[in-house]
Each structure stands twice: as C-alpha cells, then as structure tokens.
C-alpha cells in the first residue's frame, strides 16, 4: 500500500498463485512488461485505487506490457477505482492457455484509457470462465476495441460502461 513502483525490467508487481491480498493506492509506473501481472490461480486478490501507466514492453520478446494482466485463472478478482492509461498493450488483460479458471471477478469504476491495445482484453484457448461484474467503467481512446473477447465465454458485460473513442467500438 502507498508505494511507488517504478522503472523494473520485467513487471512491476508480480502475484504467483496466491490468497487474500490488497494491491492498493500505488503508483505503478514505467516498468518494462506488465504493471501488476496476477499469475497462475490466485484467489480474493484485489486491485484497489492505483494509478498503473506507461508499462510498455522493453524486450523484443516476451512480456505482454498490460497494466494488469491476470494469467492462467483467479476466483473472487476485485479490480476497482483504478486508473489504467499509456500502457503498452491492453488496460486488463485476462488470458490462458490450459484448463484452469476465471470465477467470479468484480471489475467495476475504473478509468481504462490510453493504452495501445484493448481497455478489456479476454482471451483463452481452454478453461471457463464465469466472470462476475464489469460494470461503471470508463474505456476511452483505447487504440482498438474498449472491450475484446477473443474465445472466452460467459464473459458479460454490465450496466453503466461508458466507451469513448476507441479504435473500434
């Protein structure tokens, strides 16, 4: 809580496969891959007043530059009164490649703007997905879509988003 993170080679806070943890009022800036990456089956994480930007892919290869990237499932995600913007991939990205799952994620009142790819990005080759709540939004000037599903299902899109020119809404 209350820390600037700043300036790392790969991603500026990392969460592996773990409970019940508050990511809440940072800075999260200028880092090499993603701002906050949520890896590999976390549960009752929430992501709570930061200011994530300007994550922008320093490598060649590897690394995704989301400002929040959850990979390979989580259950009870609340991501709230965030502001994700100039990152350089999507806003949020959620994707996964094997069987695990995304339950019950709260993404509700947060700025998603600015950033190279999608504000929402929802991505996965298996596995099921029971979102939860997106809802009370802002997505704007986003370069492609405010919200992107690829393959997922059972992705639901609530009440009260607001989408402003992006590139293809």
């Known amino acids: 809580k209350n820390n600037v993170v700043k300036g790392n080679a790969q991603d500026g806070i990392r969460i592996y496969n ?3 943890l508050s990511v809440e009022e940072n800075v999260v800036e200028d880092n090499g891959y993603s701002g906050i990456f949520l890896y590999y089956v976390n549960t009752g994480i929430t992501v709570k007043n930061n200011l994530i930007r300007n994550n922008v892919n320093n490598y060649a290869a590897g690394g995704s530059a989301a400002g929040l990237e959850l990979y390979q499932g989580s259950t009870g995600t609340v991501i709230e009164n965030n ?3 100039q990152n350089g991939s999507h806003g949020i990205m959620f994707y996964k490649v094997d069987g695990n799952t995304f339950t ?3 993404i509700r009142h947060n700025t998603i703007a600015n950033n190279t790819g999608n504000g929402m990005y929802f991505h996965t080759a298996t596995g ?3 979102m939860g709540t997106i809802r009370d939004n802002i997505l704007a000037y986003n370069r492609d879509y405010g919200i992107e599903n690829t393959s997922g299902t059972n992705v639901v899109v609530g009440d009260n988003n607001t989408f402003y020119q992006n590139g293809h809404d």
């Open 18 to 20: 773990s409970s019940n």
């Open 104 to 106: 019950g994620s709260t």
């Open 83 to 85: 502001r994700i913007v």
């Open 128 to 130: 099921t997905w029971t």
